[in-house]
């Protein structure tokens, strides 16, 4: 695969620093059933890097010293962590919501099919990858058979009562282009979706996430492979919206990888830009038990335009609503 971190490192991109701690987003590890073109960590069936239950327990031991909101689970296929439904129960008990950032179609792999009835009881918020309402743009993406599968899984989700009024139990959806564009209108395209998979197949959902293909790893190798990166990147840095730097979210969020080293998010992971925390390049999740991170100057890249293009892109959708 092609490198692309040397073409992001030196940067022009603004100076930003961190904001209270909110979210812990942890990479569970890089196993998954699908090995998608958009996949920014390269993810794949024969990955075999799986977060240990004792880096688990730093988890935890983190959440119980600081104020977190929120616990984002992501991998790969975090639900394919054998600790998984251990690091959900303990974070649920201790009153954090949690996000499982699931690709449905391990809901309808064999041995996890009692996998959404246990996301249900936890009340986890589901945010689901669906690039697209089209049966062969999500396949050219994501494989043959992914789109069915996922209409399945969301047919499940529905019967359990994820994505209906007054549940409680949220089902987010996730688009990503298809290729080196940015994302269209978060809120018209979420009117496309809601009127597409409720027409066609019955399914519900709360909200869409419109999210940037970011230029690194299997998207950005595929760039590179097409000369298209330099092209790509430089649509990044034309749609540029200063409106968007104070809700990146990096500021309120710190991204864990599948052996507890920390980063500023999981972009920077992925091209092992560490956070700006110590003298060290090595920093881990246990090492900042007592450490307060606000006023921290962040780690940045020229990848960074991929969050501030446009409507902005994190991974909590678009940034201007």
Known sequence: MLDTR????????????????QILQINLGYLCNLSCVHCHVNAGPKRTELMSRETIDDVLRFIDQHDIKLLDLTGGAPEMNPEFRYLVT??????????????????????????????????????ASLPCYSEQNVENQRGKGVFNNSIEALK????LGYG?????????????????FLPPS???????????????????????????????????????S??????????????????NLNNVMCRTLISVDWQGQVYDCDFNQMLKMPLIASDSADIYLKDLLD???IGNEICIGDHCYGCTAGQGSSCGGALDG
Do not use: H, W
Request: charged share 25%.
């Open 186 to 224: 978060q809120i018209g395209l979420q009117e496309a979706y809601k009127k597409e998979l409720g027409d066609n197949f019955g399914i519900e959902f709360n909200e869409l996430l419109t999210i940037t293909n970011m230029p690194i790893s299997r998207f950005g190798s595929m760039l590179l």
């Open 156 to 159: 499940k989700l529905n019967s």
């Open 6 to 21: 040397p073409l992001l490192e030196a940067t022009d991109f603004p100076a930003i620093y961190r904001d209270k701690l």
């Open 90 to 127: 303990e974070a649920r008990q201790r009153g954090v919501d949690v996000i499982d950032r699931c690709n449905l179609t391990i809901l309808v792999e064999p041995g996890y099919e009692d996998l959404a009835d246990f996301l249900a009881e936890q009340q986890v918020i589901i945010t």
């Open 226 to 243: 097409k000369g298209q990166f330099e092209d790509y990147m430089q649509l990044l840095k034309d749609s540029y919206s200063d409106a």
């Open 164 to 180: 209906k009024e007054g549940s409680g139990l949220q089902l987010n959806l996730v688009y990503n282009p298809g290729g080196p």
């Open 291 to 293: 450490q307060d991170l």
